[in-house]
């Protein structure tokens, strides 16, 4: 008996498991909240250099202080002197803004821009703030995915939940942006936890049959999630109240996460049959299967692990030794890379499209919809390579193609940056089972989770991207544009997994 008999005679997608899905999915609300709040709260306002007082301690008009671009005052820049003439208005603006700067009364009237002046040549600590929450993602991936087989799924998750709840309200009262960073960075650290941990378990307590609808149930939590940013920040306007708002709900999560059940295919594999034992039986009272929990023993549970013999150099080195691994792993590292990096080059850039951040993040966050059960139609009907690199070439074309819409038409840049988004969404639906199929059994963690990795970084370096528009502004979307489209073209020399089995050996990988 498999362990996927063991589930379906203890009642397969029963009540607890049903439960169980649900009160995992919560949660995953509040992941997008976190991943794009510095779209509001490091939003920035319209500004100007403060004026310098005269000399009596009245007030200098505005007009002979700074000057003027395109009839509105400069940003970076006043004048040394004021110039009640107006005379060699050119020559004189040369002097930074030593006053500090004038925030206008707008939509963002407190954000850590406003708070620590992160404007002018402190501009790219905004993006390096972003950056390095990513970056703790990236770190949390690798830690957590370590300590989760260590220790258990559900101990992890738990104390994710605190030290998320906790980082956040830490954040909410930094006294300064190196301490913000820091929170930032730890938060970074726990969502990672909390996205691992989830997986496993819905994974690990369902049956295979419903594995899809499950993540697909997960992928529009998340998606919901991004209206719940988008009407969260505009009934709370100040960073602070904000930051909060979105990370107090998980210590709530964490307070019923002690009533989740730990996997019973880590206890079994990790030689705790005994717990597994006791967590069996409890699911199938739960799922009104309790003669059939009663029937379990230690002995039968431990004959579902399966030992498999270890590979040489490890599960890593498998990924890369030979031919047919390494094609594998190199187009899913392209894939996962380029999909995350252009997808938070558009996210987190809201702003740019000149209409209302609020509605920009609703339309962003609603093409989501579509865009995935699209993605599962074209996996479905035209096949896995075909909906992967057609997912990401639509991207990729859509994002170069708002380099030549003049800024005067923004609705077809909006239009333009709303596709490419969604045509993401689809790639990273289409990823996580390509992904899962390419791989065989005795390695496919490991190589999901070289697909995360290399998710992560693409992440945490497209913030730092947007710096490049001070050599050139669409330097940006170049990079942005041509990452996608050269993994679509990588993506030819995947193999196409639709209507095959799944591959249980690194020989079956190189045969196929």
Known sequence: MSFVELLARLGGMGRFQVTYVAALAVPLLMLASHNLLQNFTAGVPEHHCRPRAAANGSSVPLAVSIPWERRRPQRCRRFLEPQWHLLDTNGSANAPCHDG??????????TIVTEWDLVCDSQKLRQV?????????????????????????????????????????????????????VCRFLTGLAMAGVSLNSASLCMEWIPTEARAIVGTINGYCYTLGQFVLAAAAFA???????????????????LYSWLYVESARWQVTSGRPDLALRGLRKVARVNGRKEEGDKLSEEALRSLVLREPPLPGGAVAALVRTPGMRTVSCGVAFVWFSTSFAYYGLAMDLQSFGFNVYLSQVVFGAVDIPAKL?????????????????????????????????????????????????????????AFIFTGELFPTVIRQTGMGLGGTL??????????????????????????????????????????TRHTALPETVRDVERR
Do not use: H
């Open 129 to 181: 703030a972003q950056s390095i929450y990513m970056a703790g993602i990236l770190v949390g991936s690798c830690l957590f995915g370590v300590l989760s087989d260590k220790f258990g799924r559900r101990a992890l998750l738990s104390w994710c939940y605190l030290q998320l709840g906790a980082m956040g309200v830490g954040t909410a009262a930094a006294p300064s942006l190196p301490v913000y960073c």
């Open 101 to 110: 700067w004038t925030y206008l009364d707008g939509i963002f009237r407190d």
């Open 374 to 430: 699209l993605s599962v139609l074209a996996i479905s009907c035209l096949g896995r390579r075909p909906a992967q690199g057609g997912s990401l070439a639509l991207a990729g074309l859509c994002i170069l193609g708002n380099i030549f819409v003049p800024s005067e038409l923004p609705a077809l840049r909006m239009a333009l940056a709303v596709i490419g988004k969604g045509a993401l969404a689809a790639s990273f639906n289409c």
């Open 236 to 254: 709370l306007p100040r960073w602070r109240q904000l930051q909060l708002a979105v990370s107090l709900p998980f210590f709530g999560f964490f």
């Open 455 to 496: 998710a992560r970084v693409g992440g945490m370096v497209a913030p730092l991207v947007r710096l490049t528009a001070e050599v050139a502004p669409a330097l940006p979307l170049v990079i942005y544009g041509v990452a996608p489209v050269v993994s679509a073209l990588a993506t030819a020399a995947l193999p196409e």
